[in-house]
């Protein structure tokens, strides 16, 4: 399932994809420091998530435990698909060029990165 987020509800859902189930009372408590969310906020955007089909919640003792119903790395994935397309029309290149322009790059990650080329390459060799 493709489920597309805004800036709010992926800080919902890393709660939610951190430790589940969690009640309402829980999430505002989690969330109330970052973000000043009233109770009734929470709950709309649960509302909003179960609606796209990306939270679910199951009726507990006395209040509702809810879940994550898609995984973190799915959804993070057609996200990053998202944004290359839209602001890179594709390019991995560019995107990559215009992190390293911005922000420099380390060491650790240079050597990071040249590790997932090597792997992609011999990925390539091994196909047919």
């Known amino acids: 399932m493709s489920v597309e987020l805004s800036a709010g509800e992926w800080k919902l859902m890393n709660q939610l994809w951190q430790a589940a189930p969690r009640t309402i009372t829980q999430l505002v408590a989690a969330l109330k420091p970052d973000t000043g969310w009233t109770k009734h906020t929470v709950i709309t955007m649960l509302n909003r998530l179960e609606a796209k089909g990306a939270v679910r919640h199951q009726e507990g003792g006395r209040a509702k ?64």
């Open 65 to 128: 435990l809810y879940y994550p119903a898609v995984e973190r790395a799915g959804v993070a994935l057609r996200e990053t698909e998202n944004l290359l397309e839209r602001v890179y029309g594709g390019s991995l290149g560019l995107l990559v060029n215009a992190l390293v322009q911005q922000k420099g790059i380390s060491e650790a990650e240079r050597r990071e990165l040249f590790r997932i080329l090597e792997g992609a390459e011999a990925k390539q060799e091994d196909e047919p």
